[in-house]
Each structure stands twice: as C-alpha cells, then as structure tokens.
C-alpha cells in the first residue's frame, strides 16, 4: 500500500510538471510572437517615415526583415525543441519509474512465495524426521524391519533437508563469490549416482539414461554438476503425473558436453520460458500450487552453468513435456 501512495504521488507530481510546462511554454511562445509583432511594426513605421518602403510588400522584402523574421523563427523553433525535449524526458522518467515499480512488485511477490514455500519446505521434512523419532521412543519393541523402515524414512527426509540447505547456500554463493573448482570427473557415473537417488525416492518413475560407450573423463566443477543433474532430475519428476518418463542423453563432441533432460510432464508456456530461471520464481501461485520447491533450482542450473561457459535451451518436448538441454565446455 505505501509503494501504491508513493507511486501515485510520483505520477501526480509529474502530470503537474507537464501541465505547468505546458502553460509556461506556450506563454512563452505568445510572448516571443508578440515581441516580433511589436518589433516588426517598430520597424515598418521607421522605414516608412525614412521613405525607404511604400507598402507592406516591400517592407517585407527588406534585409532586415528577413533577419528579424529568421531570428524570431529561431526562437520558435528553441522553444518547441526545449519543450519536446523535457516532454520526452518527463514521460521517460514515468516509464522508468513504472518499470521499477513493476520490478518491485514481482520481486516482492516472488520473496512472499520464497517464504511461503520454503517455510513449508523446511517443516515438511522436520515433521517427519520429529514423528520418526516420538515414534521410536514411544515404541521401543517395535520389530526390526519395521524399526528400518522408520530409520530408512528420517534418512531420506534428512537428506531432503540437506539438499535444500545447499540449495540455500549455493544460491546465495551463485551471486557473489562462487567459483567452481574444475577436475577431471566421470560425468557418466556421476549422472547415475544422481539418477538411482531419485528412483529410490520416486519408484514409479522411469528413467532411461541413454550414454554413448566409452564417454570420456571431463573437467567440470564436481559439485556444480551434481546440482544441475539432481535439480533437473527432481524438477522432471515434480512436474510430471503420476508416472513420469524421463530420459537423460549425454553426449561429448568437439570438447563440448551436451545433456538434455527430457520429461512427459506439463510442459512450460513460452511466456515463463525465460522467466523460469529467475531467482525463486515459480509458475503459479504458491496459495493454490501442488508441487513442493523453492524457485531456487533451474536459478542454480543456469547459474552454474554459465560459470561453466554454457548455454542452457527449453524446447517443447513431443507429444508433451519439456527437453532441457545443456551445452557445457569441457575444460581438458
């Protein structure tokens, strides 16, 4: 509310200056044109009575009404060039400030879902880890594989919590002092290792990892890798049904990496395809959202793979669905 009073305050200042402008500048104009009315008739009445002209017509053929004509001219042509110029000025300053106000707007309402969220997300897993424990305490005698299944349980919500906290971190490193360590890592593994965390959290999904025989090592920051693959393979998962269907392809060629995340969920409108790597933004809104998520991940992805000298592309997949697909320099 303060940021709408002070908006159309800025604006209400601003119509004032222009309609002030206006009225000074047009009162400058008559003024101009009436000098050289007063100037010009000053000056026939001399010439007549020197006997140089006889009329009107010949007054205004003399040089010097010429030069008097041209320099109030001048002084018309100034006035409306300076009153173009701060016109322009005036209303650029309003787009300007209605961009900012704008950028504001979004900005805030993406920090309310940031906090919505991820005061959801960081309660979720807290909650279950908290049940887990009461219940072990409360029953002791509990038998051994249902004593696993509750263990196996906190684990999985524990490891949640600390992807999200690196998520956190990483993020926030992404803006000022991260620097990826390069080194000669088997990205292959690395994307199975990832992929066989997510089958066991997510058993109804299938995903095909399709790798040529004999991939290389690569030089890649190890860490910044496991980020992108583990936050592309959970955004797969999250926005597809009940059954999702992803596929990885990895390719290496002319010491470039080229990854594409394919996945059969709803796919995203061209109009949030570049909005979408904006820091916590998420498509929708976070009252009525179904899917768990911070709006940090594809921020972390693209971020990191711009350290990388990459480029990332979000291509409609067939028959639905969404292919990212990553270009990253292998630094061998």
Not at 40 to 55: K, N, P, T
């Amino acid at each position: 509310m303060p940021n709408l009073r002070l908006r159309f305050l800025s604006y209400s200042i601003m119509v004032y200056m222009l309609m002030a402008f206006a009225w000074w500048a047009l009162l400058l104009f008559t003024k101009n044109r009436d000098a050289f009315h007063a100037k010009r008739e000053l000056m026939q009445i001399g010439m007549v009575a020197e006997g140089r002209v006889r009329s009107k017509a010949e007054f205004e053929q003399m040089a010097e009404y010429q030069s008097l004509a041209k320099k109030y001219k001048r002084q018309e042509y100034m006035i409306f060039g300076e009153a173009m110029v701060f016109v322009l000025t005036l209303l650029a300053g309003i787009w300007f400030i209605n961009q900012g106000y704008q950028k504001e707007v979004r900005a805030n309402q993406q920090r309310r879902n940031f906090l919505l969220s991820i005061t959801h997300e960081l309660k979720s897993p807290i909650a279950s880890i908290r049940l887990v424990l009461e219940t072990l305490l409360r029953r002791k005698e509990l038998p051994r594989d249902k004593s696993e299944q509750l263990t196996n349980s906190a684990l999985r919500e524990n490891e949640r919590l600390h992807e999200l906290v690196e998520n956190l971190l990483l993020s926030a490193k992404l803006e000022s002092a991260y620097q990826p360590f390069f080194e000669e890592i088997n990205l292959a593994e690395l994307v199975k290792d990832n992929i066989a965390k997510i089958a066991e959290r997510h058993p109804s999904a299938r995903i095909v990892f399709d790798v040529a025989n004999g991939f290389p090592m690569v030089k890649m920051d190890k860490q910044g890798m496991i980020s992108i693959v583990s936050n592309l393979l959970e955004n797969a998962v999250k926005y597809a049904n009940d059954r999702p269907d992803i596929e990885i392809r990895l390719r290496h060629k002319d010491g470039q990496v080229t990854m594409d995340f394919a996945d059969n969920g709803t796919g995203i409108p061209d109009k949030e395809k570049k909005r979408i790597f904006e820091k916590f933004y998420r498509i929708g809104s976070e009252e009525t959202r179904q899917t768990k998520g911070t709006g940090l991940g594809l921020f972390i992805v693209e971020q990191v793979v711009k350290a990388h000298n990459g480029s990332i592309q979000v291509i409609d997949n067939q028959p639905k669905g969404t292919i990212f697909r990553l270009t990253i320099e292998d630094k061998r």
